[in-house]
């Protein structure tokens, strides 16, 4: 079998077993959900875990998925980011962070997290722009990059000048951050190429470019440049130049 053949082969195989199904989402809906949030009262507590569920429901929903939790809410009133992903490349999957200043302000990532619970990538584009457009398109609460806006709108200031290639490139456990485009505009520019893709070429491709990089505990695989063209018929750059013109007027 020639190396496009074997591409194509693995790709059914992955697709196959990431296609969402009816007893896939009741599963993922109905997961196990704990919470520890000592900044919280126990009222408040409660409130969360049933606002972490209406979410969670939503994004099995809309992308199915095999994960059955059980999923571990960690509040936590310190500095840094919400995340999901980075605890599941360490082995922890399930285990979702939030910060307390976040949900003070009415600003978690709520569906954000979800997204990298139940379908986290091993691409740190791809997994923080499905992240970031699922956030958006399932109506999540108003939360960092676009807190709201228009992703396509949000990235356009950043679309021409981004290295591309450099981004998508990046392995989790990197961060979606390059020397000269910090993060915002590097989440902002993840999420609307993601949109687009899923857009114009449909969430069935899509799916198969993202079961081409599996998260592997502590592994770290950004995907062979080669993928694109497999499954779109274009290469990534003739990818990036129809989503920048589409996101330009």
Not at 213 to 219: A, D, E
Request: hydrophobic share 45%; charged share 20%.
């Amino acid at each position: 079998m020639n190396h496009r053949g074997a591409v194509f082969l693995v790709a059914a195989l992955t697709l196959w077993f990431a296609l969402p199904a009816t007893a896939h989402a009741s599963t993922c809906s109905d997961a196990e959900i704990s919470i520890s949030a000592p900044p919280l009262s126990r009222g408040d507590q409660q409130a969360f875990v049933a606002t972490f569920r209406a979410e969670l429901t939503k994004v099995c929903d809309w992308w199915g998925g095999d994960f059955a939790g059980p999923y571990r809410i960690e509040i936590e009133d310190s500095r840094g980011t919400s995340m999901a992903l980075i605890p599941a490349w360490r082995g922890n999957h399930g285990q979702v962070i939030f910060r307390m200043r976040t949900i003070r302000q009415g600003t978690s990532p709520i569906t954000h997290e979800i997204v990298h619970a139940v379908a986290p990538n091993g691409n740190r584009f791809l997994a923080e722009g499905l992240a970031t457009h699922a956030h958006d398109t399932l109506g999540g609460q108003s939360a960092f990059p676009n807190f709201g806006n228009d992703l396509h709108a949000r990235a356009r200031q950043f679309a021409n000048d981004a290295d591309m290639p450099a981004l998508e490139g990046l392995a989790v456990p990197a961060r979606l951050q390059l020397p000269d485009l910090q993060p915002q505009g590097a989440y902002l520019v993840a999420g609307s190429f993601v949109r687009f893709l899923i857009e114009t070429h449909g969430m069935e491709k899509f799916r198969a470019l993202y079961a081409m990089t599996p998260l592997v505990t502590r592994g770290r695989f950004a995907g062979l440049p080669m993928r694109w063209e497999d499954i779109y018929g274009l290469t990534f750059n003739e990818i990036v130049d129809a989503w920048r013109s589409r996101i330009d007027g």
